[in-house]
């Protein structure tokens, strides 16, 4: 049995071309950007942001699917649907799904429609 199928052989080049864009276009960890609203929409809460890392982990960075492939199947390879994250602001929104949510950081299939049109969350 081969390790990695041949659809995704075909796709790890074209991922890693995106990878490279989003980390270069965003320059860092986005979180507290985003946040902030300076990255578009969010409608966090107070109580939200407890637990959230207050310092990033610079040494590690993620390009982190807002909306995720297993949602959406080819997200992966969007660079409007991806963001860059440190490791532990990564940890964070897939451990506080509905805080990430309201940050914009995680998004439903359905949500697709408001990237396309160029709009962040």
Not at 19 to 32: A, K, P, Q, S, Y
Not at 43 to 69: K, M, N, S
């Amino acid at each position: 049995m081969r390790p990695v199928s041949k659809k995704r052989a075909a796709t790890l080049a074209e991922r890693e071309r995106v990878r490279e864009h989003v980390l270069e276009r965003d320059g860092g960890c986005v979180f507290w950007l985003t946040a902030h609203g300076e990255r578009g929409r969010t409608e966090w809460i107070e109580g939200d942001l407890v637990g959230a890392p207050t310092a990033c982990d610079w040494g590690a960075l993620a390009v982190h699917e807002v909306i995720q492939r297993s949602v959406r199947p080819g997200s992966e390879l969007e660079p409007d649907l991806c963001v860059t994250l440190c490791q532990r602001h990564h940890a964070w929104c897939h451990e506080h799904i509905a805080e990430a949510t309201r940050l914009g950081l995680l998004a439903a299939s359905w949500d697709f429609d408001k990237f396309k049109e160029g709009r962040r969350l």
